[in-house]
């Protein structure tokens, strides 16, 4: 008999939520307790103890995530950065090295190059497509951690997860992708070879501007790299994360956890839409003459078209970035639209729009990686696309 392997939104409606026993909920309780009784000293009832250390729902929603990227342990923050933080202190020690890519999210950039040396912990900026300069820079640093963003923030590079895990492994480092762009839905980078992922589960895993999250999903038995020193005896990336998490305390509130487990049930119809509106509206701005440039993978011509189609077969995400050959231009269109709301962030309902060089990659400033002056981010959301296309067109207009 075959065995037969569930998909990914039947794992994302029914992992990690089993009814309640005593009730037969259908959606398990929010379990808001700070502290549980111990049948006995040191003897705890089903292995809660202190809100910091363990919380049902809080673990209910790791499982859930766990087993749409394929890992073997999920862990939630209480932000996106505090994910990448935690993540990069059990990676690393004082001396080590982190290679990343150029294009990555202003505040993802802000940590490696500003917060990071003061522990004593040095960061290079690459361009991921060049593959050669990668096992350069990996080989003369003697990094620990590569650290992709595919799609990227705000250009949309897309980057190619198996190459970069064979470039990483050879050099010992280890793998970790950004998949909050592509969601587990569209992107599995585990099954590509990558170690660990992170996410901002504010964006499309909550998916409703109404939350704020963060998330770490480990490879099951990966350990640390080599003579890292760790806090567990095994060594395993997964322990280290737990211990880190449980000392600093940065877990993510029960309630939070809630909402983003619920978001996760809806994440493969949103995904599906947000793709097919994103496509749309990016075919506009191709054909349209006061744009100069669209960054997209999800169009034919666009660089990393045939990639994504390999990795992201499922679609290529919400967010469109173009360009219309001046700041002046660009700044005016984020300000003269009606229906996208001029907010950072992205991935949920409502369509945002930003102008990244100074609401969201501002840490970039002065910097090589600094981005054109020209461009604008779109999330595209769940609206009807036409009137998306409808107030671009008259917001482009309006800037000229």
Same mark, same amino acid.
């Given at each position: &008999? ?57 673990? $209910? ?48 950039? @802000?940590?490696?190059? /500003? ?23 990996? $080989? ?114 029960? @309630? ?13 119809? /949103? ?37 994504? *189609?390999?990795? &992201?077969? *499922? ?61 604008? *981010? ?23």
């Amino acid at each position: &008999m075959t065995v037969h392997t569930f998909g990914q939104q039947t794992l994302a409606i029914h992992v990690g939520s089993t009814s309640d026993e005593r009730t037969g909920d259908v959606v398990p309780p929010l379990h808001i307790a700070s502290t549980h009784v111990q049948d006995a000293v040191d003897k705890l009832r089903g292995g809660y103890e202190y809100g910091r250390a363990a919380n049902p729902t809080r673990d $209910a929603f790791t499982q859930a995530l766990a087993a749409l990227e394929g890992g073997g342990q999920g862990f939630a923050f209480p932000s996106g950065l505090s994910a990448e933080d935690t993540l990069i202190r059990a990676l690393t020690r004082p001396g080590d090295h982190v290679s990343f890519g150029r294009d990555v999210y202003g505040g993802t950039f @802000r940590l490696f190059t /500003r917060v990071l040396p003061q522990a004593g912990i040095t960061a290079s900026a690459l361009d991921l497509k060049d593959h050669d300069a990668v096992a350069y820079d990996l $080989a003369e640093q003697g990094s620990v951690v590569l650290w992709v963003e595919t799609p990227s923030n705000p250009m949309m590079e897309v980057f190619d997860i198996q190459a970069l895990a064979d470039i990483a492994h050879e050099a010992g480092a280890v793998l970790v992708v950004d998949n909050t762009f592509a969601s587990p839905y569209l992107q599995q980078p585990l099954a590509l070879g990558a170690d660990v992922v992170v996410h901002s589960t504010t964006k499309y895993v909550g998916g409703h501007s109404d939350l704020i999250g963060g998330a770490v999903v480990v490879h099951d038995g990966l350990k640390l790299p080599a003579a890292r020193g760790g806090w567990s005896e095994t060594g395993l990336v997964a322990e280290e994360i737990a211990f880190l998490q449980m000392t600093v305390g940065a877990v993510q509130s029960p @309630r939070d956890a809630h909402v983003a487990h619920r978001g996760l049930k809806t994440l493969a119809v /949103r995904m599906d839409r947000h793709c097919t509106s994103a496509l749309e509206v990016a075919r506009f701005l191709a054909d349209h003459p006061r744009v100069t440039a669209v960054h997209y993978p999800g169009l034919e011509d666009d660089p990393g078209f045939e990639l994504t *189609r390999k990795q &992201m077969p *499922r679609g290529a995400g919400g967010v469109v970035s173009f360009q219309v050959g001046s700041a002046g231009a660009a700044r005016a269109i984020c300000e003269s639209t009606k229906v996208f709301a001029l907010a950072v962030s992205l991935g949920s309902v409502e369509s945002l729009i930003e102008y990244p060089p100074i609401m969201t990659h501002g840490s970039k400033e002065g910097f090589d990686e600094e981005l054109p002056d020209d461009v604008v *981010r779109l999330a595209v959301g769940l609206e009807d696309v036409e009137d998306l296309i409808a107030d671009l067109d008259q917001a482009i207009a309006a800037a000229f």
